[in-house]
């Protein structure tokens, strides 16, 4: 478990980070969204050991971070990550276990084993230029893997990828989530929604909100997407029965709320646009996480 107990962090006048307070237990994948210079990156070198609390504490299962007990359990792979041009991924990946103590034998073997779990054992004798995008960024993922850590923190792991390679790694993320807390950076709430139930939002250096897991209240939600913007879609579906509320959340997207005992309202819903011919783009159970957080 890593936690932050009223972390500030300072560089000379400039407060990045002021009092966080956040506990991150082993689990499922987790989000800290922000926007360019909200601290993410500081939050990340915090957690890592690289640098120190201007005040407050980071502790990694109970102790002080850095500590000996926390080497091989945390991994983190910063944004800027590169591979060296100059040799194949297998002996790449290769320098770093022998950093992390690995015998060479042993090393041949995590380097199969984390370039088995990325998809890219049979690439192993390339070097990085004959790889797609993807494949690096699936690569330096690898490198992460090493020595089987129980908390990766990745930095910005989709930045600068395009929708496929993006979609690509998110699903290798999820794929490794049962054995790997993993904890995601990035400054688009839209890319780690689907991916992340626990997201924690940074502004100006401080946590601003926090989503649980999941809505557990006598209330359901419903997000519509249309194909088209429709002024009165209010009237159209006010004789659902169930229905709560229906706020236009932005162009052309709903967010519809219902009694959640009413376990028909989906069908009754659909059977009312079908007979009304309007065309829907999307329809999905639950709030958005934008939705869930900015409500
Ligand atoms: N070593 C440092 N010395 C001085 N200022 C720093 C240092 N590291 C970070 N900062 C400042 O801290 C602020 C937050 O930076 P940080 O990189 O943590 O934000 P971020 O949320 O990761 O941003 P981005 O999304 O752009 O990477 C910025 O104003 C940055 O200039």
């Known amino acids: 478990m890593i936690e932050l107990k009223n972390v500030s962090k300072h560089f000379a006048s400039n407060k990045v980070l002021i009092d966080v307070s956040m506990t991150i237990p082993s689990g499922e994948p987790v989000a800290i969204i922000g926007p360019?210079?909200?601290?993410?990156?500081?939050l990340f070198s915090l957690i890592s050991g690289f640098i120190s609390p201007s005040s407050g504490e980071v502790l990694f299962d109970g102790k002080a971070i850095p500590h000996?007990?926390?080497?091989?359990?945390?991994?983190?792979?910063?944004?800027?990550?590169?591979?060296?041009?100059?040799?194949?991924?297998?002996?790449?990946?290769?320098?770093?276990?022998?950093?992390?103590?690995?015998?060479?034998?042993?090393?041949?073997a995590e380097v199969s084993r984390?370039?088995?779990?990325?998809?890219?054992?049979?690439?192993?004798?390339?070097?990085?230029?004959?790889?797609?995008?993807?494949m690096r960024?699936?690569?330096?993922?690898?490198?992460s893997l090493i020595g089987n850590?129980?908390?990766?923190?990745?930095?910005?792991?989709?930045?600068?990828?395009?929708?496929?390679?993006?979609?690509?790694?998110r699903e290798l993320i999820a794929s490794l989530s049962k054995d790997i807390t993993f904890i995601l950076s990035s400054h688009d709430?839209?890319?780690?929604?689907?991916?992340?139930?626990?997201v924690f939002v940074f502004e100006a250096g401080s946590l601003k909100q926090y989503s649980g897991d999941g809505d557990t209240t006598s209330q359901a939600y419903l997000t519509l997407r249309l194909k088209q913007d429709l002024d009165n879609l209010d009237n159209?579906?006010?004789?659902?029965?169930?229905l709560r509320n229906l706020k236009v959340t932005q162009s052309r997207e709903y967010l519809i709320e219902y009694d959640a005992s009413v376990t028909d309202f989906d069908i009754q819903l659909l059977q009312c646009l079908h007979q009304q011919s309007i065309a829907y783009q999307q329809i999905y159970n639950g709030k958005t996480l934008e939705n869930q957080l900015f409500d």
Do not use: M, W
Not at 137 to 143: D, F, G, N, S
Not at 191 to 198: A, F, G, H, I, P
Not at 236 to 242: F, H, P, R, S, T
């Open 189 to 198: 709430l839209a890319e780690l929604e689907r991916l992340c139930q626990r």
């Open 149 to 169: 850590p129980s908390f990766v923190l990745l930095d910005e792991a989709t930045a600068g990828l395009d929708p496929v390679h993006a979609k690509e790694v």
């Open 137 to 143: 960024k699936r690569a330096c993922i690898a490198q």
């Open 114 to 134: 984390v370039l088995g779990l990325v998809g890219l054992l049979e690439h192993k004798t390339k070097k990085p230029q004959e790889l797609s995008h993807g």
């Open 68 to 108: 000996s007990e926390q080497f091989g359990k945390l991994a983190v792979l910063p944004q800027d990550a590169q591979l060296d041009p100059r040799f194949t991924i297998e002996k790449q990946l290769a320098f770093f276990s022998k950093l992390q103590g690995f015998t060479k034998s042993e090393g041949i």
């Open 36 to 42: 360019n210079g909200a601290g993410k990156t500081t």
């Open 236 to 242: 159209v579906i006010a004789e659902l029965n169930g």
